[in-house]
């Protein structure tokens, strides 16, 4: 310890000290509770595709330090991957770059592109690493919040359209959204896209759910629209289509210019990473159509299961378009567990009262009080576990 008062974390940190999900675990494991809070599967992605990772880790391929940009074959399989299901094309050379996981895309293009006091819009609630993010970059974030509507959680397009000031240098979406579930439609991106053109903002969407939408319409990426691809960077991800979170293998895909800025500030993050697994992610995505219809079923299956599940139990379901989070409202459970309809009390009773662990959503605001009746629960685990997490939750209603 210093013999100063002044704190060790720096102030651009200070409100970030410690996460939600740590605690919540903890909890999990101390009370033998199903944890439905972290979003990871509980099972992992097609064998093939390890066999591959143990292949190229047995043939010295990928063990020693793989290309800055990532390796050629990772990076042809990427635009392979936008030009097929999407129509975007993509030079792998210079518009692809691999990253450790969508985490540092996040990290380095938001570390790249902002200036301290530039403004970024980002969806609220928004995913836990954005703000961080922004923060180290001494940037400032502007939320516009995403409210229920009709069963779902909708962006206000007048809201967002005040939201954007001379200060205002890009705008970070997600889509599918987490924790929300929410998936833009072809109306707000375009609307998204007019706004982003007259205002001449970047734009940074997340999409590492894009293989799970789960109405027939299918994924829509910002930068196939109007004006959007010279002035989007697409952040995607192995882990959560692949069922490999802990490979961290994810990527960028942009224009020259915004990959080349990009890769600056990623060089000195990581560098590289993940060498052979990067072997098999390009083998990942060159599966058949087969593997991800199976995939988002499978998953639309467990929606299913823990949506009709949490409104037996008495929660209101936001029934997900995408993602796997199902996020709820807990005040139709009156006062159960939580006389004041608090995400936290509720999230930190739960484990106690029903073995299951849940998020708060209102650890994912700025306006804390916005969040505070939601709590989100993962519903990418093995069908047996979501069943017995409904029969432990039934217990509530
Ligand atoms: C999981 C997640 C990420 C992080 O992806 P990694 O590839 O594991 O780093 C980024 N954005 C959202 C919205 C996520 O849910």
Known sequence: MTSSARPLLNRRLAEFGTTIFAEMSAL????????????????????????????????????????????????????????????????????????????????????????????????EPYYDSYAACIAMAGAARVPVTLRPHEGSFRLDLDELRAAVTPRTRLLLINTPHNPTGTVLTREELTEIAHLAVERDLLVVTDEVYEHLVFDDAGHLPLASFPGMRERTVSIGSAGKTFSFTGWKVGWVTSTPDLVTAVRSAKQFLTYVSAGPFQYAVAEALSLPDSYFTAFREDMREKRDLLSAGLREAGFEVFTPAGTYFITTDIRPLGAVLSEDGDGFTFCRALPERAGVVAIPNAVFYDHREEGAPFVRFAFCKRTSVLEEAVARLKHLA
């Open 28 to 123: 999990a494991v101390a009370t033998g509770s199903i944890n439905l809070g972290q979003g990871f599967p509980d099972t992992d992605g097609p064998e093939e595709i390890r066999e591959a990772a143990v292949r190229a880790l047995r043939d010295g391929r990928g063990n020693q330090y793989p290309p800055g940009p990532g390796i050629p074959e990772l990076r042809t399989a990427i635009a392979a991957h936008q030009e097929r299901r999407y129509g975007l094309s993509y030079d792998p050379d210079r518009e692809v770059l691999v990253t450790a996981g969508a985490t540092e895309a996040i990290a380095a293009t938001l570390l790249a592109l902002l200036e301290p006091g530039d403004e970024v819009i980002a969806l």
